[in-house]
């Protein structure tokens, strides 16, 4: 919990600031691991308990989705591009690179946005 407070309070100090500058930011991950706490028993579905008796912390990364937001003030002209098949994080770099006013280079992800 203290990290993604961490993220919440971080982000309230940039985003004044990103919105100041007429910038831009891009708030992502590349693994999921604040969404799943502790450890599961897949068979019975209850929490995994130490020896001790403590729920059991999840340490490794979950599969789960994992949110993108850009945020870009005061620019009525960028979209996202709705029509890729399976955005990710490979397209994180062509966005930024985009937001820099670069072109992507070849081999690389279609940007996310339009």
Same mark, same amino acid.
């Given at each position: 919990?203290?990290?993604? /407070?961490?993220?919440?309070?971080?982000?309230?100090?940039?985003?004044?600031?990103? /919105?100041?500058?007429?910038?831009?930011?891009?708030?992502?991950?590349?693994?999921?691991n604040a969404d799943a706490?502790? +450890?599961? &028993?897949?068979?019975?579905? &209850?929490?995994?308990?130490?020896?001790?008796?403590?729920?059991?912390?999840?340490?490794?990364?979950?599969?789960? /989705?994992?949110?993108? %937001?850009?945020?870009?003030?005061?620019?009525?002209?960028?979209?996202?591009?709705?029509?890729?098949?399976?955005?990710?994080?490979?397209?994180?770099?062509?966005?930024?690179?985009?937001?820099?006013?670069? +072109?992507?280079? +070849?081999? %690389? /992800?279609?940007?996310?946005?339009?």
């Open positions: 919990m203290i990290a993604v /407070e961490a993220v919440d309070l971080s982000l309230g100090r940039i985003i004044p600031v990103i /919105e100041k500058l007429d910038g831009a930011v891009i708030v992502t991950a590349d693994h999921g706490m502790f +450890e599961l &028993d897949r068979k019975s579905g &209850d929490f995994k308990r130490n020896a001790a008796g403590h729920l059991k912390n999840k340490t490794s990364h979950t599969l789960n /989705e994992v949110p993108c %937001y850009v945020y870009v003030p005061g620019n009525g002209t960028l979209a996202l591009d709705d029509s890729l098949q399976s955005p990710g994080i490979a397209n994180v770099a062509a966005t930024t690179l985009q937001l820099l006013g670069f +072109e992507r280079p +070849e081999g %690389y /992800e279609p940007s996310l946005l339009k």
